[in-house]
């Protein structure tokens, strides 16, 4: 059964790194992993997106290791707008295209 | 920008009423998406679409149908709404079929059934 786990919740601090881990089992090698931010009363926004290894791009890395059964966004330097709740995504296409978003991290950016 | 646009931001129906809520995008997105929205749950996919006219169920179809007549515009339809179906429904798109592609999100209905 493909599923996608997140922790619940995190804090941070303006400044800080922080790295929101997602669990993703049988996850075949064509499947893409995808991070989204949703702010209040808002659609879910995409981030990043990787499919192997390390992906940077101007707000976010995604970090993938060899095994693919997880995978980490990291978010640089984090500020109080980065307060909000960040999703993961797998596709995965060896259960016929199934999409399964985890359950979400709420993140809690303190000053 | 792509948008995707939902019908109406709040719904208020009553228990056995058939709803319809509407999803538009306007960037010619082959592939269209309903899910709901739920505390600690996350978002579950009700069904997607690949194409006008097709379909395909995703993990929480009971109770739910959709219709895809133009390649922009993507239903989802309760044919007895039930007060479980009390959510928040967001509607996406994204371009193709041929890898994965980024999803655009609409704003979201939020459905109360009384």
């Known amino acids: 059964l493909a599923k996608t786990t997140q922790p619940i919740s995190m804090d941070s601090y303006e400044g800080q790194e922080v790295n929101i881990t997602c669990s993703h089992n049988?996850?075949?090698?064509?499947?893409?992993i995808t991070w989204y931010q949703q702010f209040p009363s808002q659609g879910p926004r995409f981030i990043i997106q990787?499919?192997?290894t390390k992906v940077t791009n101007e707000v976010a890395s995604l970090f993938i290791p060899a095994d693919r059964k997880s995978s980490t966004l990291s978010l640089p330097r984090v500020s109080l707008s980065d307060t909000a709740v960040y999703y993961c995504?797998?596709?995965?296409?060896?259960?016929?295209?199934?999409?399964?978003f985890g359950g979400g991290t709420r993140l809690m950016v303190k000053p | 920008d792509v948008k995707v646009t939902q019908s109406s931001r709040y719904l208020v129906k009553r228990t056995g009423e058939k709803v319809f809520l509407e999803c538009v995008q306007d960037?010619?997105?082959?592939?269209m998406f309903w899910y709901r929205q739920d505390p600690g749950l996350g978002l579950r996919l009700i069904y997607f679409?690949?194409?006008?006219?097709?379909?395909e169920k995703g993990d929480i179809p009971e109770g739910y149908s959709v219709s895809r007549e133009k390649k922009e515009r993507f239903s989802l339809i309760l044919e007895s709404a039930s007060t479980n179906q009390t959510s928040m429904y967001l509607c996406?798109?994204?371009?193709?079929?041929?890898?994965?592609?980024?999803?655009?999100f609409g704003p979201g209905t939020r459905l109360t059934v009384l």
């Open positions: 996406a798109s994204s371009l193709s079929t041929s890898g994965y592609n980024e999803q655009f």
């Open positions: 049988n996850i075949a090698t064509n499947d893409y």
């Open positions: 990787g499919y192997k």
């Open positions: 995504l797998v596709a995965y296409y060896n259960a016929g295209n199934m999409l399964t």
């Open positions: 960037m010619d997105h082959e592939n």
């Open positions: 679409s690949y194409d006008v006219k097709m379909k």
